[in-house]
T-cell receptor, first 112, second 114 residues
Framework: QKEVEQDPGPLSVPEGAIVSLNCTYS??????FMWYRQYSRKGPELLMY????GNKEDGRFTAQVDKSSKYISLFIRDSQPSDSATYLC????????????FGQGTILTVHP | ETGVTQTPRHLVMGMTNKKSLKCEQH?????MYWYKQSAKKPLELMFV???????ENNSVPSRFSPECPNSSHLFLHLHTLQPEDSALYLC?????????????FGSGTRLTVV
């Protein structure tokens, strides 16, 4: 079993739609949960992170973590064509340095 | 220069060649990482250097040889690679015991082995 499972998609939605991206994980040591966005020919950039369970909102983006079910979600409201990218979920915890474990990534396309 | 810089951006090499990937960070971080990103697979952590000492080597074949001469520079030396080694190689840096929002990736080197 992979430590972090993510549906690779691809996911195609019209502009303005609400997008839901999801991951599951198996490592109980994870304390931080991250969502990265990766544009073509670029490295991943951190979009949001959450510590333990709960919700976090930043503009059109909301991250949710449910540690009891080991489920991570990212919601994008009023999606824009500029949101088209690969979205990677990741978890980390238990080491002093940042050992991140990633999901496969979901390819999202928002069409005008 | 700011952030994490990787060179070259693209590299094509034959299976008998020897080449090196370079990573430089200008963030004052003290941990550096090599990841491999292949199509349809999660990012795979290859090596971790913490305070210039290798602390993780995740069963990476010996044809990949990392080097961390100081806290700002990280190299990945490549020799006798296989076509399945073609991938995007990403470097990252962070501060030990720092917050996750300080973890920064470079733009990667796209490697093609022919």
């Amino acid at each position: 079993q992979k430590e972090v499972e993510q549906d690779p998609g691809p996911l195609s939605v019209p502009e303005g739609a609400i997008v839901s991206l999801n991951c599951t994980y198996s490592n109980s040591a994870f304390q931080y949960f991250m969502w990265y966005r990766q544009y073509s020919r670029k490295g991943p950039e951190l979009l949001m992170y959450t510590y333990s369970s709960g919700n976090k909102e930043d503009g059109r983006f909301t991250a949710q973590v449910d540690k009891s079910s080991k489920y991570i979600s990212l919601f994008i409201r009023d999606s824009q064509p500029s949101d088209s990218a690969t979205y990677l979920c990741a978890g980390t915890g238990g080491t002093s340095y940042g050992k991140l474990t990633f999901g496969q990534g979901t390819i999202l396309t928002v069409h005008p | 220069e700011t952030g994490v810089t990787q060179t070259p951006r693209h590299l094509v090499m034959g299976m008998t060649n020897k080449k090196s990937l370079k990573c430089e960070q200008h963030l004052g971080h003290n941990a550096m990482y090599w990841y491999k990103q292949s199509a349809k697979k999660p990012l795979e952590l290859m090596f971790v250097y913490s305070l210039e000492e290798r602390v993780e080597n995740n069963s990476v074949p010996s044809r990949f040889s990392p080097e961390c001469p100081n806290s700002s520079h990280l190299f990945l030396h490549l020799h006798t690679l296989q076509p399945e080694d073609s991938a995007l190689y990403l470097c990252a840096s962070s501060q030990i015991s720092g917050t996750v929002d300080g973890y920064t990736f470079g733009s990667g080197t796209r490697l093609t082995v022919v």
